[in-house]
């Protein structure tokens, strides 16, 4: 990583987000490990699936703006 875009407040903030949707990520995949061996839980695996899904979304296009915030940093006019 440049030294420009270590500072940049754009890929500061994505860095942020990108925390945060992984501090919810891991505690549902226990959960989902936790409900798939309950033999009657199949309710819970599909809302814990689908909400994984969606977190797991929301961090891949996270991901893809601070790339595109890396490459602007890096640009020089």
Do not use: C, F
């Amino acid at each position: 990583m440049s030294s420009a875009a270590a500072t940049s407040p754009a890929v500061a903030k994505i860095d942020a987000q990108i925390q945060s949707v992984d501090e919810q990520i891991a505690p549902l995949d226990a959960s989902l490990v936790e409900a798939r061996a309950k033999k009657d839980a199949a309710g819970d695996i599909t809302s814990l699936q689908n909400r994984l899904s969606t977190l797991r979304s929301q961090r891949a296009l996270l991901q893809s703006q601070r790339n595109h915030a890396l490459l602007n940093s890096s640009v020089k006019p």
